[in-house]
């Protein structure tokens, strides 16, 4: 996975029992729940993210932003584009039906609609924010945005004043690293995005670029957690191949929870040619990696309800031929089941789902329309 051309192409794409989903099995009946209609309770966010509930029931937003005129450079793709930074990423609060700005003034580099800032947003034991400022790349190309640029591709901890505590530079990682370098098609290219934080502080961070999970300490020290490799898919009739050949999909992990068994559970986005039911959930313990769910086609986040059970965003279903796939929010029963919360093809592009104090599932859509992003509250009646 490299490349801020294949960055925008993933974005627009994404998009009971625990014990019962390790071993769910191949793609499942998908049944609708008798839910409400959603609600758009938040609007005009600049490329909203991930999402998390905090303190007093308030629901935190990573906004990524959209650039700025601080610096620009051409990125190192064949195909290069221009990307340009500034510090209109921010961090949102939306408390007792209002939206109000709690941090901003945050790195943020677009190309285009495409933005690269603040990805996801958590809170540490002791109440401060966790924040991943996303990137795509390397450290050699982050350096040509300026040195006010070297916190994209980091882990950010902060007050919710905004002071900045610390932060773990996970481009460099990627770059020194590579974890992924024995895999075809790898390139050093960092793009931090879903976290969860640690219980002794510290989080573990999806590397989406890079194909990693990576752990953080609370002392800011990066190590590679897990690996999820490419695998071999059948090459799509477009590429023109000889009949049976075979390319490899990139992993592409996304958004990452914990789950109530302790367990950590990465949305496997999967990368092209994004095969339909390819895409997983992965249950990831004690550095070893294993299936939790599948039958998706695209996975972009993973959350948990009161009752413990998995809420995926994600897609299922061939992926249309214009390559947007049509996210929705299901909930996978501890039967495995997967029930539909919303119909297919009401969300735009969604990329964070969290579940609040009320039982309802909120989702951002609009990520890639600056100043447009919404908040859709989903009430589910089961």
Not at 90 to 111: E, M
Not at 127 to 139: A, H, M, R, Y
Not at 202 to 217: E, F, K, M, P, W
């Amino acid at each position: 996975m490299s490349g801020v051309r294949i960055g925008r192409r993933l974005l627009a794409a994404a998009t009971g029992g625990v014990a019962a989903l390790a071993v769910t099995a191949g793609p499942v009946t998908a049944a609708r729940a008798d839910g409400g209609a959603p609600e758009v309770v938040a609007k005009g966010l600049d490329s909203p993210r991930g999402i998390s509930f905090g303190p007093g029931g308030a629901l935190y937003i990573a906004e990524s932003g959209h650039g700025g005129k601080v610096k620009c450079a051409m990125t190192p793709a064949k195909k290069a584009e221009k990307m340009c930074f500034g510090l209109t990423g921010r961090i949102s609060v939306l408390k007792d039906g209002k939206t109000s700005v709690l941090v901003d003034g945050l790195p943020s580099a677009a190309s285009g609609p495409f933005a690269l800032g603040p990805h996801d947003v958590a809170f540490t034991p002791k109440g401060d924010l966790l924040v991943t400022i996303g990137f795509s790349g390397d450290t050699a190309f982050r350096a040509k945005l300026g040195p006010k640029a070297r916190t994209l591709g980091t882990l950010l901890t902060l007050s919710t004043k905004g002071r900045r505590l610390s932060f773990a530079d996970l481009a460099a990682h990627e770059t020194r690293h590579n974890p992924d370098r024995k895999d075809k098609g790898s390139a050093v290219d960092s793009y931090p995005f879903g976290l969860a934080p640690l219980p002794g502080g510290g989080a573990l961070v999806t590397d989406t670029g890079g194909n990693s999970v990576l752990r953080v300490d609370r002392k800011g020290r990066v190590s590679t957690e897990a690996v999820l490799h490419a695998r071999s898919v059948a090459a799509p009739p477009a590429l023109k191949m000889p009949k049976g050949s075979k390319i490899p999909m990139q992993s592409v992990p996304m958004g990452i929870a914990k789950g109530p068994d302790g367990a950590y559970y990465v949305a496997e986005h999967g990368g092209f040619p994004n095969p339909e039911g390819a895409a997983r959930v992965l249950r990831l313990k004690d550095g070893k990696v294993t299936t939790a769910a599948r039958g998706f086609t695209t996975v972009a986040d993973v959350t948990f309800d009161a009752k413990g059970r998995l809420i995926v965003l994600g897609s299922a279903g061939p992926l249309p031929a214009n390559g947007m796939s049509k996210t929705t929010v299901y909930r996978v029963e501890g039967d495995g089941t997967r029930t539909e919360l919303l119909k297919p093809g009401t969300l735009t592009t969604p990329l964070g789902v969290a579940v609040g104090p009320d039982g309802a599932v909120y989702v951002a859509d609009k990520a890639m329309a600056p100043g447009k992003g919404e908040i859709l509250r989903i009430p589910v009646s089961e």
